[in-house]
């Protein structure tokens, strides 16, 4: 499965942007789907993740209450609605598909490109 992130950008601290993942290619099996970021300097770090029925859903200390991850697998697409953006949120954005559980970061093995974040004060 191939998949490509959209909707990063530069925001001030407090507002809201939101982004996509499209998935193609081998779209007909049940993956679980999941965000992860990057910070200048730091490992990568599951952000959130999301069942294929959309159901479970799964977050970050650092982000619950304010990012949303949902699905439109009609679209194949997968979006994190994040508010309340604060600086230590810049980061590159990875979408990434699993064959397991979302919050087993183990299995994520389809990644995307990356999207950039950066929230400024």
């Known amino acids: 499965v191939q998949l490509v992130e959209s909707g990063g950008g530069l925001v001030q601290a407090g507002a809201s942007l939101r982004l996509s993942c499209a998935a193609s290619?081998?779209?007909?099996?049940?993956?679980?789907m999941g965000w992860f970021r990057q910070a200048p300097g730091k490992e990568r770090e599951f952000v959130a993740g999301?069942?294929?029925?959309?159901?479970?859903?799964y977050y970050s200390d650092s982000v619950k209450g304010r990012f949303t991850i949902s699905r439109d697998n009609a679209r194949n697409t997968v979006y994190l609605q994040m508010n309340s953006l604060k600086l230590e949120d810049t980061a590159v954005y990875y979408c990434?598909?699993?064959?397991?559980?979302?919050?087993?970061?183990?299995?994520?093995?389809?990644w995307g490109q990356g999207t950039q974040v950066t929230v400024s004060s």
């Open positions: 990434a598909a699993s064959i397991s559980t979302p919050a087993d970061v183990r299995y994520y093995g389809y």
């Open positions: 290619g081998r779209t007909d099996r049940s993956y679980a």
């Open positions: 999301i069942s294929w029925s959309g159901r479970g859903t």
